[in-house]
């Protein structure tokens, strides 16, 4: 039976509390500190979260070194907000589109879609809206830009949970059958631990491209609304506009900073914590390390505690009716499921028509087919940068992620690197960008591409080392017994193996550098500018300038072109990797 945590229908009653196990040791001492910390800081952020909005321009952002401590806890507020917001919406909707045929007819595409809407575009027709919705307070702001940063997370989480789902092994499938376990305890103790891996790494990956797009959640221009928030995307904004090369380097360290305390705190121990729901027959020779993991398994009364909630939480669950779950809801008899299925196909075409005619009249009174074919014809040239940049990432990460997968310890090594990595906002690289392309005399066409896959090509790195880090041992084993070497063991054992985490990570990508072309066409240091040709600069001038017609029009043929690659190219590959490369 493979290492996933056995599901149990009968608990155990939860151990006594004797006065020994009450008693705590430093190691309590220790995490509790921890916890009262993020307790204090988690006030702190949210009582100026919710200040008069009128603060922002009686303290307007500087570059003083000293606002850049309150000004990193203010972003990583932000993006951790839309971290829950966004596992959230991957439990819920993840959930339903796996299990549910017909909701996966709705929602899969339009997860396509909007992972192909770039942050500018949600940010063109809801910052208004946030405003409205908090007058007189920067809780609207606020929101604004916590919704524009879910937007650069949560598709990720949702694809990545999604595949997990639907490539479970059967014989767990089974065993829950056996287990007669109600649908919340097959969703808490079977897909959920199943999917905990992959997730976890996305979530990370979620976590570190959201700061590609920190500058535009929160330094906010669309038309004559101009909104700018305390925080490291704001502070770099400034910092670019007046060509502060100090202050620019200031952020960036500040930056390295929290990202490695937070994978300190966070990530690396639940890393290390969620190691035991590998699905794997053999127990992996090197497991994952964290050191607030380990303190926190010293302690006596935080686990006491936890153990206690956890069987009382147990206890709750066993109340729920036990009836044995099939893999899908019963299906009605034939004739009925055809017609059903026609009806709710009819009901999402009509809303797919009737949303495609709202969006033809709102263009269509003050832009004409010249202006169409002038939106397509750019996206065409961003659909062969993005379709060139992903061959070329593909070919650098897949080896290195499988490389490093398969070794926890180097794994370990490396996470904090890889997060740095892909956080580091391609804002920063702008400058270097535009000075050497003026220098050299360069075309902006070609050389300011690459800042598109600065972002995204990490979601290639983190799938693959997630896909590898679940691959079985006993797999691993099994290849070199019968000598598998070189080219075959790639073609016939890890390649098949990673297959559904690197489509996840390879769909998202070309998803992330469609949305990251609206800051990589156009590089900016101070009063210069550079711009490419494409459907990204296309919205973002149209955004700059006010024009709605414009942005509905790039933000709808973008649309079209992500989904049109999806569906021929994408979705084959996950149902590939679903009939053939599935564990079993």
């Known amino acids: 039976m493979a290492r996933l945590s056995q599901p149990r229908i009968d608990q155990r009653p939860p151990l006594p509390l004797r006065s020994e196990g009450l008693r705590p040791n430093p190691y309590d001492l220790a995490i509790f500190i921890m916890v009262a910390a993020a307790f204090v800081v988690l006030a702190h952020g949210a009582r100026e979260m919710a200040a008069p909005v009128g603060q922002l321009a009686i303290h307007p952002i500087t570059l003083d070194p000293a606002n850049l401590p309150e000004y990193a806890l203010r972003t990583v507020l932000r993006m951790f907000a839309a971290i829950a917001a966004s596992l959230v919406f991957t439990f819920v909707v ?14 899969i595409p339009a997860l396509d879609i909007l992972q192909s809407v770039p942050v500018l575009g949600f940010l063109t027709f809801t910052v208004v809206y946030f405003l409205n919705l908090f007058p007189g307070s ?54 959920a631990p199943f999917a905990a891996p992959g997730l976890i790494w996305n979530t990370m990956m979620s976590m570190s491209g959201s700061w590609f797009f920190i500058v535009a959640s929160e330094a906010i221009t669309v038309g004559n609304t101009t909104v700018k928030l305390p925080g490291i995307g704001s502070w770099l904004a400034l910092a670019i506009d007046q060509k502060d090369v100090p202050a620019v380097l200031m952020a960036v360290g500040t930056m390295a900073l929290v990202i490695l305390a937070y994978d300190q705190l966070l990530f690396r121990p639940i890393v290390a914590w969620a190691d035991k729901f590998r699905f794997e027959q053999t127990a992996a020779q090197r497991r994952p390390r964290s050191w607030v993991y380990d303190i926190w398994r010293h302690t006596r009364l935080m686990r006491r505690l936890a153990t206690l ?31 059903i299925d026609w009806l709710w196909l ?71 690197i890889a997060q740095f990595l892909a956080a580091f906002p391609a804002n920063v690289l702008f400058p270097i960008a535009v000075v050497a392309i003026v220098h050299w005399k360069l075309d902006p066409n070609v050389w300011l591409s690459p800042l598109m896959v600065l972002g995204t090509q990490w979601y290639i790195l983190f799938n693959v080392i997630a896909g590898a880090s679940a691959f079985p041992t006993d797999l691993r084993e099994a290849a070199s017994l019968f000598r598998l070497r070189n080219w075959q063991w790639w073609r016939q054992v890890i390649l098949p193996g990673i297959l559904p985490y690197y489509v996840t990570g390879a769909l998202t990508a070309t998803g992330g550098s469609w949305n990251a072309s609206i800051v990589a066409e156009v590089a900016s240091w101070g009063d210069t500018t550079l711009q490419a040709a494409g459907l990204g600069a296309y919205i973002a001038d149209a ?42």
């Not at 639907?166 to 969703?187: G, K, N, Q, V, Y």
Request: proline content about 6%; glycine content about 6%.
């Open 138 to 191: 920067q809780l609207g702001a606020e929101c604004a830009a916590i919704f524009a940063i879910f937007t650069a997370q949560a598709w990720n989480m949702a694809f990545s949970f999604y595949q997990s789902l639907r490539t479970l092994p059967p014989d767990l499938d089974e065993a829950a059958r056996h287990f007669r376990l109600s649908p919340w305890l097959r969703f808490w103790r079977l897909e």
């Open 346 to 416: 009819a009901l999402v075409l009509a809303a797919c028509a009737w949303a495609l005619w709202r969006i033809v009249q709102f263009v269509d009174v003050s832009l004409g087919w010249r202006d169409v074919g002038q939106a397509v014809e750019l996206g065409l040239l961003t659909l062969l940068r993005v379709v060139v940049l992903i061959f070329l990432a593909s070919l650098v990460w897949v080896p290195i992620g499988v490389w490093i997968g398969l070794r926890p310890g180097i794994a370990t090594r490396v996470q904090p």
């Open 309 to 339: 909630l956890g069987a009382l939480a147990g206890q709750l669950s066993a109340l729920m009716p036990r009836r044995v779950l099939p893999r899908t809801i019963a299906a009605p008899p034939p004739a009925v499921g055809r017609v």
């Open 94 to 107: 993840a959930t339903l589109a796996a299990k549910s045929r017909r909701a996966e007819l709705v929602i």
């Open 543 to 584: 955004t700059a300038k006010g024009d709605y017609a414009r942005v509905v029009l790039g933000i709808a043929v973008m649309s079209v072109m992500v989904t049109a690659c999806n569906r021929l190219v994408w979705r084959p590959l996950y149902r590939l990797a679903e009939r053939r490369f599935r564990l079993t």
